[in-house]
């Protein structure tokens, strides 16, 4: 079956860092969405990409789409405190089952 | 609108017992999810709905059971709670123009369950 996996499974940076976390498709992707986990509390969507080679920018946190939308990455520029959490994506093949990869989970050091 | 309201927010289970767990929105959502997140996993898709009365198996379906009789309610049971149930479940609609397949995600506030 289809497998999404992020890499990497922990990360912890000083604040002002920049953080970045990838995410690997074993198939092709219709599309792929990123969620965002609080410490404590449940998935929030952040956004959706659609089309090959997309990019996406939401203030301080740019999301790209692979070419061959196998693959995306999210990338977060000085970071703050309030960036803590656990970031997911998540694809579909084009069917109704969304899978989710493991998550990266961000710890900031003040 | 409330969102998904899902209760009880906390429940332990002894082995053997059986339980509930309550998930509802007011976003008349047609699409409805269970997961399961063990600690420091990712979320595990048990069961789905694309609309009343029907219902259909995500990736780990065993031990549990759900039902669609509306469109707002997407109850999971669990019918002989084990050790290895103990997770936190969340519930999740989202809407579907069209086939919707990539419409975005509401979950609720999540069930952490304990079975000992």
């Known amino acids: 079956g289809q497998q999404v996996m992020q890499i990497p499974q922990y990360q912890h940076v000083q604040e002002g860092e920049d953080f970045t976390t990838y995410c690997n498709s074993s198939?092709?992707?219709?599309?792929i969405q990123w969620y965002k986990q609080r410490p404590g509390g449940h998935p929030v969507f952040l956004i959706q990409l659609v089309k090959s080679g997309e990019v996406k920018k939401q203030k301080r946190l740019t999301f790209q789409f692979g070419e061959a939308k196998k693959n995306s990455s999210l990338h977060i520029t000085a970071t703050q405190t309030t960036d803590v959490g656990t970031y997911f994506c998540a694809g579909h093949q084009g069917a109704q089952k969304l899978v989710f990869g493991q998550g990266t989970r961000l710890t900031i050091n003040p | 609108n409330a969102g998904v309201t899902q209760t009880p927010k906390f429940r332990i289970l002894k082995i053997g017992q059986s339980m509930t767990l309550q998930c509802t929105q007011d976003?008349?959502?047609?699409?409805m999810y269970w997961y399961r997140q063990d600690p420091g996993m990712g979320l595990k898709l048990i069961y789905y709905?694309?609309?009343?009365?029907?219902?259909d198996k995500g990736e780990v379906p065993n031990g549990y059971n759900v039902s669609r009789s509306t469109t707002e309610d997407f109850p999971l049971r669990l019918e002989l709670a084990a050790p290895s149930q103990t997770s936190v479940y969340f519930c999740?609609?989202?809407?579907?123009?069209?086939?919707?397949?990539?419409?975005?995600?509401?979950f609720g506030n999540g069930t952490r369950l304990t079975v000992t």
């Open positions: 198939t092709t992707l219709s599309n």
């Open positions: 976003m008349n959502h047609n699409y």
């Open positions: 999740a609609s989202s809407y579907s123009p069209g086939q919707g397949f990539d419409s975005p995600l509401h």
């Open positions: 709905s694309v609309g009343a009365g029907i219902t």
